[in-house]
């Protein structure tokens, strides 16, 4: 295991121990902040996705500048639209930048504005289609991309698009019809456009 992925791990401890009181999420996922907190504490190679076969991932959801669409992949393995992310790498220095990156290979959208603090956090089984990972223990950020800027799709994905908050495609995960929407809110709440 490079030397990295234990620094990865204190970053995730870091960046939920931040703001716990302070946070939606926090104060919304308490459950999932604990147990996040108690793996990345417990277990340095668990932000290795080759270490334990339930692991941290990151993802970012991608906002428009007016916050009214965000950016979705339709994953290969899973056959639905998602935020992009992914597992998290030697190279990245933190696991917020692990999200950007994964979000800028997924969409091919360049110089995204990374907004402060975690935004949503989901611990989710996987299927046959991931090999030995079991599941992953998701750090979700939040992004806001330069204006009519397009999205390019990566091999990674069959798809690559901008879909209004208020209308995703039917083929979209279930728990982020109500998480984006929610997140959507909660950015527009602390960092009014006007």
Known sequence: M???????AADVVRELSSDRETSTVGRDQGGLWEEFLR???GDPSSTWRDGPADHFTASMFVFDAALERVCLVLHKKVGRWLQPGGHLEAGDATVGSAAAREAQEETGL???ALLPGVVHLSHHALNSNFGSCRSHLDVRFAA???QDTVPVCSAESQDVQWWPVDALPPDTDDELRTVIPRI???LLEAHPLH
Do not use: E, K, S, T
């Open 39 to 41: 793996v990345a504490r």
């Open 110 to 112: 360049l110089g995204l």
């Open 144 to 146: 806001v991309a330069a």
């Open 2 to 8: 490079d030397a990295a992925f234990p620094l990865l």
């Open 184 to 186: 959507r809110d909660q």
